[in-house]
Structures are given as structure tokens and as C-alpha cells.
């Protein structure tokens, strides 16, 4: 299918890389926020305009398909919504040497990149990233547009809910859940349940930051709903 990337920088171009690994779609340019880069060539791949010209790109290069390679976890939410609505259907970018068992569930806009294992029985939302290296153990859910960075591990029964960010090498022990738009510093190591809007550091993790009050601090999913992953 043919296919734009959103975002040019770093992600634009990790994403490009396994795109063209995975030999699935084929991409015909990139599309940035930022006009300036209008024309210019990343990677040998023309940067076609801002996202006002994805119409024009879908109508006149006949593209079908989008994927939002762009880092913060709202802006890659917001623009996957844009893509959706101007008729583009969201893609996914898999790298042949990331290792995905075959009974997770994967959703629309992924990046599972390079050396990334997902085991059984996990289900992993749209527009998330899986970076380099990561390990998404068996009966864990993974929320929409969370990043899980390059090294992070988490264990099995782990609940990562909609627009956390897990850093760099962090690790979560088993069954802990993270709540949404919550920050897992690098190296961190999660032994508890984290609250949403809360930013996590060190080893055990101790909170340094939490930017919710009591109204803003429920979790996304209910606790009875919350190991509900496929059985076989
Ligand atoms: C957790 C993080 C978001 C905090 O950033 P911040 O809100 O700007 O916090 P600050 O830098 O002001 O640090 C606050 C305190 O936490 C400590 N701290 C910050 N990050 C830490 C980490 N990863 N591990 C241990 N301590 C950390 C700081 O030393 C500081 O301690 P102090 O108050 O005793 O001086 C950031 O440090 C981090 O780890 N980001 C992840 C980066 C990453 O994974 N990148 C990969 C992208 S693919």
C-alpha cells in the first residue's frame, strides 16, 4: 500500500528504516508540521509538505495509507486523527527482527521497532510505540499512544494505560499498573502501582512529580476489567 510518514525527525526516520526492513508499504514521502522542511530530502525520501497538503498527497500520489511517526504521545494521538479523517487508514510498522507472538493483539499506528519481543497474549493499543529493544511480557496490556522507550521491560500482567511514557532501560515487575499520561523515569525500576500524571524516578521508583488532583486521578480501566487477555 502507498504510504506517507507524519514527522520527519528522529522517529520519522527510525520508523522509515523499518518500513522499508518490513518491505510491506511503500513510501512515497514524509509530511511535517514544520513547512520549512517542505522539499527537502530525508533519508532519500521527499519531505512533501505540512499536514494541510495531505489531501492533495492522497488525491495526487494516490496514497492510502498514513503512520504518525512522531514522538509525544498527544501530538501522535491528535494528528492519527486527523489521518483517519481525511480517509487515510493508519498503518503499522513492524520490524522483521522485532519478535510478536502470534496470539497478541496489535492495533492500528504501532511501531514495534527493532529487537522488540511482545509475548503471548498481549494486547497493544493504537498509535503506541514499542522501541528498540523493549519487552512487553505475556497478558500485558498496553494502552493508546503510550511510548514504551528503547531497553524498557515489563513483566507479565502489567497495565500500562492510554499516554504514559516508560523511559528509557525502565523496568515494571509483574501485575503493576500505570496510569495514564503517567512518566517512568530512565533506569526506574516500578515495583507499585503508579497514579495517573504522576512522573516516576529511581530504583525502587519514588514519585517527584504528580500533576492531578483527586479528580483527575482514576484509572482508566476498572479493576475487573483489568486482566481480561485473551485465553486460549
Ligand atoms: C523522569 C524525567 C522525565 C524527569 O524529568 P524532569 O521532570 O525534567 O525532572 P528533573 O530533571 O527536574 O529531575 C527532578 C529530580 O529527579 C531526578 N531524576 C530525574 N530523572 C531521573 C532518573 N531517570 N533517574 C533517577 N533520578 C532522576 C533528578 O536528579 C532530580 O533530583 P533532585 O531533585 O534530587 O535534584 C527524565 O529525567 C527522564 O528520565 N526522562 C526519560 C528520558 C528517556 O527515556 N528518553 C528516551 C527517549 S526514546
Avoid at 494528528?79 to 522483521?96: F, Q, S
Avoid at 493483539?105 to 521497532?113: D, S, T
Avoid at 504514559?164 to 496510569?179: D, E, K, N, Y
Avoid at 507499585?192 to 512522573?199: E, K, Q
Wanted: with cysteine; net charge negative; glycine share 12%.
Amino acid at each position: 500500500m502507498k504510504s506517507i510518514i507524519v514527522g520527519c525527525g528522529g522517529h520519522g526516520r527510525v520508523v522509515l528504516d523499518i518500513l522499508r526492513a518490513a518491505e510491506i508499504h511503500e513510501v512515497v514521502g514524509f509530511l511535517d508540521s514544520n513547512a520549512d522542511m517542505s522539499g527537502r530530502r530525508i533519508d532519500g525520501l521527499e519531505v512533501l509538505g505540512d499536514l494541510s497538503a495531505l489531501g492533495r498527497v492522497r488525491h495526487d500520489l494516490e496514497v492510502e495509507g498514513a503512520i504518525i511517526a512522531i514522538g509525544d504521545n498527544g501530538v501522535r494521538r491528535h494528528y492519527a486523527d486527523i489521518c483517519e479523517r481525511t480517509g487515510l487508514k493508519l498503518v503499522n510498522a513492524i520490524h522483521p527482527s522485532a519478535n510478536v507472538a502470534a496470539n497478541a493483539i496489535i492495533g492500528r499506528n504501532v511501531v514495534i521497532a527493532a529487537g522488540a519481543l511482545v509475548c503471548a497474549h498481549c494486547q497493544i493499543g493504537d498509535s503506541v510505540i514499542l522501541n528498540t529493544g523493549s519487552i512487553v511480557d505475556h497478558e500485558t496490556m498496553i494502552g493508546t499512544a503510550t511510548h514504551v522507550c528503547p531497553g524498557a521491560r515489563l513483566a507479565g500482567r502489567v497495565s500500562v494505560e492510554s499516554g504514559a511514557f516508560v523511559g528509557i532501560g525502565a523496568t515494571v515487575i509483574q501485575s503493576v499498573r500505570i496510569g495514564c499520561d503517567a512518566i517512568i523515569g530512565a533506569g526506574a525500576v516500578v515495583t507499585d502501582n503508579v497514579a495517573p500524571l504522576t512522573t516516576m524516578v529511581g530504583v525502587p521508583a519514588r514519585e517527584i512529580k504528580r500533576t492531578c488532583d483527586d479528580e483527575w486521578s482514576t484509572w482508566l480501566v476498572p479493576e475487573s476489567l483489568r486482566r481480561t487477555a485473551p485465553v486460549s
